[in-house]
């Protein structure tokens, strides 16, 4: 996802909280940032909170 795509979707998701159920490479200009971006909210996380939020969720499913 484009970093200015996540932007417009954070504007339009505003505060509400969200459980950032998938997430998409962050690319700047063609460029992957190293970041992931929630596909539902645009926010913008790293690598390893992106790990941290799954790791997260596989133990409330389990
Ligand atoms: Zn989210």
């Given amino acids: 996802m484009q970093k200015k795509k996540a932007t417009e979707l954070q504007?339009?998701?505003g505060d509400k909280p969200c459980p950032h159920p998938a997430?998409?490479?962050e690319y700047d200009m063609?460029?992957?940032t190293g970041?992931?971006?929630c596909t539902q909210c645009?926010?913008?996380v790293s690598f390893r909170e992106k790990a941290e939020i799954m790791a997260a969720r596989a133990e409330q499913d389990a």
């Fill in 11 to 13: 504007r339009a998701w």
């Fill in 23 to 25: 997430f998409s490479r």
């Fill in 30 to 32: 063609g460029e992957r």
């Fill in 35 to 37: 970041n992931y971006c």
């Fill in 42 to 44: 645009g926010a913008s």
